[in-house]
Antibody, heavy 122, light 108 residues
Framework: QVQLQESGPGLVKPSETLSLTCTVS?????????WAWIRQPPGKGPEWIGA???????YYNPSLKSRVTMSVDTSKNQFSLKLSSVAAADTAVYFC???????????????WGQGTMVIVSS | EIVLTQSPGTLSLSPGERATLSCKAS???????LYWYQQKPGQAPRLLIF???RRATGVPDRFSGSGSGTDFTLTISRLEPEDFAVYYC?????????FGQGTKVEIK
């Protein structure tokens, strides 16, 4: 079955860049779908960060756009997130997810990773 | 940019009761792209409803979604112990995927 797994540092210093990777298994990332990052600060609701199409087109939350970069590596079946100039407010669980286009629950987040906690602290 | 507002913030009910959760959009939404998720502590959100009213695979039929335009509702006909959780609405439009702030359904 399709599985997503986030990986990356659990602790990032203020003003530095947060970098996370999502590895997809059981499914080719080259199929025309969107791949997304969502974060959830402790005790709060989810916040969509951005999405990337398999060909590399990107779509970002306007509130984070100036600090977000997403990329996809089809050879490794992975996609990645970089969030620059982080502050304590960026502390959250970061999830990756699939948003299918042409089938099923199109444009929903139908499959999620388990999430990874990232703490911003010196 | 569309804002989704959910109400109430918390719903205190007993098992067997009916739960009605509201999601209001700041402007009209294509119901094809209106979704509901359930989240339990320590877990990722789980897709329940897509297209405003279609149940995702494996979702019990006590969950139903309805609505159009700016007003959407998630109804749980008879609450089971495993249904006590937080529920989020979310929509897609103009290459944006905003979430509502959530409704917590807690045991009374």
């Amino acid at each position: 079955q399709v599985q997503l797994q986030e990986s990356g540092p659990g602790l990032v210093k203020p003003s530095e860049t947060l970098s996370l990777t999502c590895t997809v298994s059981g499914y080719s990332i080259s199929i025309p779908d969107h791949w997304a990052w969502i974060r959830q600060p402790p005790g709060k609701g989810p916040e969509w960060i951005g999405a990337i199409y398999y060909r590399g087109n990107t779509y970002y939350n306007p509130s984070l756009k100036s600090r977000v970069t997403m990329s996809v590596d089809t050879s490794k079946n992975q996609f990645s997130l970089k969030l620059s100039s982080v502050a304590a407010a960026d502390t959250a669980v970061y999830f990756c997810a699939r948003a299918p286009i042409n089938y099923g629950a199109a444009y929903s987040f139908d499959i999620w990773g388990q999430g990874t906690m990232v703490i911003v602290s010196s | 940019e569309i804002v989704l507002t959910q109400s109430p913030g918390t719903l205190s009910l007993s098992p067997g009761e009916r739960a009605t959760l509201s999601c209001k959009a700041s402007q009209s939404v294509d119901s094809t792209y209106l979704y509901w998720y359930q989240q339990k502590p320590g877990q990722a959100p789980r897709l329940l409803i897509f297209g405003a009213s279609r149940r995702a695979t494996g979702v019990p039929d006590r969950f139903s979604g309805s609505g159009s335009g700016t007003d959407f509702t998630l109804t749980i006909s008879r609450l089971e112990p495993e249904d006590f959780a937080v529920y989020y609405c979310q929509q897609y439009g103009a290459s944006l995927w905003p979430f509502g702030q959530g409704t917590k359904v807690e045991i009374k």
